[in-house]
């Protein structure tokens, strides 16, 4: 079914703090709009509404026709314990919810209810257009196409994450909605996955609204974009692909700081005048006050003609500067600047793995021979459940290895922002979280660290796992800045980043000068960063290049 997503008005916000407010958009069959924004924007918000899974406060969300289906998927894996991998299919294709309106339309029919022959229709018809007559068989397919050698009736929580991300993949493969929302739907995708996203939603017929920090991914695939401007509060709209996006919104930005800079120039320049006219005019006023006496009416009059000359030039210049259109002064966008405190140098050896060998359930790696010294900047590549985490962990000396021997090297002080970013992840506030990894730091620097990453003081005091993904990794990148380290271990960082944030991060990666290693999908990170070491795991197997 072709379907259009009509958006009028549109409004939403946290409280009294408005995200964004008159939002318009039209998304037609074979439309790929890209949202973006800084965290916090309200892009994640924006989907939710749009999928009518969140109230707006404004505005209106309409489908033409009604009927349509809205599949949102949601930027991290939702893994409810108890639910198969089948199970999760069903339920991220639409075809659980689907089946169970069927379900209950037959019991309807069966019981002659009044209107339960349109009803059952009606149900049947969704059911068979989100493709449930043959989701188990094309299911097994795509499975075994995208190498996620698990049995469907495992369940979702014994999945690794690799795993997970394939199973993610699978169920985007097999929708078949009439509009798509997808939320940063690159996150632990692999080269082959993305390959694999890029031609899915490149090929759709139906209208689709994406976010995603994936430069590349965005470069590939968009055919607009929508920008979440927080700052300036404003929502703009461009034509054209991510490319065009980038070019446009520089212009854009030049533009309105010249018109702004042109207004306050002119407005300068008025008010300049109009004081120097009202002080002509009471120098003018005081001379006749003092020479009222003489008798010169000549005098007199031409010293009145004068001043009221000068009074109306000054009113006629504050006529000028009231009829001025205001132009207000583009705000300046929140900006992230981070660096990577270094400690002292670590011995020549950072870490060995000597005929390495860890099982994981189907995976084997090993046995791996491999040296990490002094300065090396090393890229770690792999499909997803290749073993590139294993491998860190191995390097790391936090998992027991099957066979042979590892080693960490002496004073190496390592610095990690991990896939799960596990530090903050509970109950306890940000805050507290934070602190308690730098005890010797005060609670005023904490907060104020914190701030300068953008986790101001509605974020800090909020149980860390209430915080968003991106939020998440941002306290993750303040730790490091906090603290001092000699090996940074970066596993999926731009996942959830902002953009601003990951050109940020590849800035403070160009000055560090420790060592590196560095697990990252992101195509261009991948190009930005100097690294000087390549490894590649296929098959358990570590290779370098």
Known sequence: MSATLVVKELAAGHGERVLFSGLDLVVAPGDVVGLVGVNGAGKSTLLRMLGGLLSAEAGSVRLSPPTATVGHLPQEPDRIPGETVHGFLERRTGVAAAQRELDAATEALTEERPGADDEYGTALERWLALGGADLEERSASVVAELGLEVALDQPMTSLSGGQAARAGMASLLLSRYDVFLLDEPTNDLDLDGLERLERFVSELRAGT?????????????????????????????????????????????????????????????????????????????????????????????????????????????????????????????????????????????VATLHGAVVHRDSMTLGPVDLQIDWADRVAITGANGAGKSTLLAALLGRLELDGGRGSLGSGVVVGEVDQARGLFFGAEALLDAFGAQVPEWPTAEVRTLLAKFGLLAAHVLRPADTLSPGERTRAALALLQARGVNLLVLDEPTNHLDLPAIEQLESALDSYEGTLLLVTHDRRMLDAVHVTRRLHIDDGRVTES
């Open 209 to 349: 609204v994406l976010v995603s920090h994936d430069r590349e991914f965005l470069a590939r695939t968009v055919t607009r974009v929508v920008e979440l401007d927080l700052a300036q509060q404003q929502v703009r709209s461009f034509g054209g692909g991510y490319a065009a996006y980038l070019e446009e919104r520089e212009v854009a930005r030049r533009h309105a700081r010249e018109e702004y800079e042109e207004y306050a120039d002119t407005r300068a320049s008025l008010e300049a005048r109009a004081r120097s006219q009202r002080s002509w005019m009471e120098k003018g006023v005081k001379n006749a006050r003092r020479k009222a006496a003489d008798n010169d009416k000549v005098g007199r009059k031409f010293r009145s003609e004068a001043t009221e000359k000068q009074a109306s030039k000054a009113r006629q210049t504050e006529r000028l500067i009231e009829r001025l259109d205001v132009v207000e002064e583009p705000r300046k966008e929140w900006e992230l600047r981070m660096s990577i405190a270094a400690a002292p140098r670590s011995g020549s050896v």
